[in-house]
């Protein structure tokens, strides 16, 4: 797959791209093309891709806020309808127990959460940071991602992993607060040393070995007629979509051949006329 192909940029046109990233109320929409530091306060309104052989790498004390994105947000390149982070060479997020790092959607700004950080067949390493207000803060898969000393809140899910390729580690971390906590899906693996994964409104934890069968023993009861957890319309599903809850559909919903739609057991789906 061919990425569109953004100038290049020398060494001391990328020394005033890292100053100007460091300059508040910056927007950005971009693929990144060379290694890239982000510092001080960072706000993105658009998607920003760290491509195979990339590394991001974000300093103490960042500050990042989360937009909604102007895009049609119908790029295949991208794995969700919102704002994100996608990873699919490396990320390192250097926060320090003095100076963490703070990701964020953007209070005065944004509609909706974010997507959050998408770690696709990439790397990333998350350092003394807080991640909140995305619809799954970490999604990886098919890649790997080291968390220490992390705080995961406020998010609709906090940790979604897939694929048996797909390797998380967690030392420190506090999954707590967030609709859903951790997803564990098709044979991913999750190593948790010192964490807590607790205080999720819905399910802290969520394990399924495989996708292609479903679980056995009894059906789980029927969802009630609870509030409506999702509503489409005519839309595209881009990516990985997780239903779960009661789902509305008022049009046709196509999912693309690159996309996965998973129904988590309880769900509901509902059709109007």
């Known amino acids: 797959m061919s990425f569109p192909q953004l100038p290049k940029i ?35 309104t658009d998607d920003v891709l ?7 790498s974000v300093m103490p004390g960042t500050s990042i806020r989360i937009s909604d994105a102007e895009s049609t947000k119908t790029d295949p390149e991208y794995l969700s309808q919102l704002t994100e982070i996608t990873v699919r060479g490396r990320l390192e997020i250097r926060g320090t127990r003095d100076q963490p790092v703070s990701i964020t959607r953007n209070g005065s700004l944004a509609k909706e959460n974010w997507a959050g950080i998408i770690v696709d067949s990439g790397h990333a390493e998350i ?16 890649g790997t991602a080291i968390l220490t000393e992390t705080l995961i809140t406020a998010n609709r899910y906090g940790i979604v992993a897939q694929g048996e390729a ?11 607060g ?14 948790s040393k010192e964490s807590i994964i607790l205080d999720n409104r ?3 934890r969520f394990t399924a070995k ?3 069968e479903p679980p056995g023993g009894e059906a789980p009861p029927p969802v009630k007629d609870t509030a409506i957890t999702r509503s489409y319309g005519d839309d595209v599903l881009m ?8 789902i509305m559909i008022n049009g046709v919903v196509r999912l693309p051949a690159d996309a996965r739609l998973i129904i988590l057991p309880g769900t509901r789906i509902e059709f109007t006329r």
């Open 10 to 44: 020398g060494a001391s046109t990328l020394l005033s791209l890292i100053l100007i990233l460091s300059l508040p109320g910056l927007s950005q929409a971009l693929i990144l093309t060379e290694d890239t530091v982000w510092q001080g306060d960072i706000e993105i």
């Open 50 to 56: 760290v491509p195979v052989g990339i590394t991001l």
């Open 127 to 142: 350092h003394f940071s807080t991640i909140e207000h995305g619809e799954a803060a970490l999604t990886v898969i098919q």
């Open 166 to 176: 797909s390797a998380v580690t967690l030392k420190g971390v506090r999954v707590t």
């Open 178 to 191: 967030n609709e859903y906590g951790v997803l564990e899906l098709a044979g991913a693996r999750l190593e």
């Open 202 to 204: 819905q399910k802290d």
């Open 210 to 212: 495989t996708t292609k």
């Open 239 to 246: 990516g990985t979509t997780i239903w779960q809850g009661r």
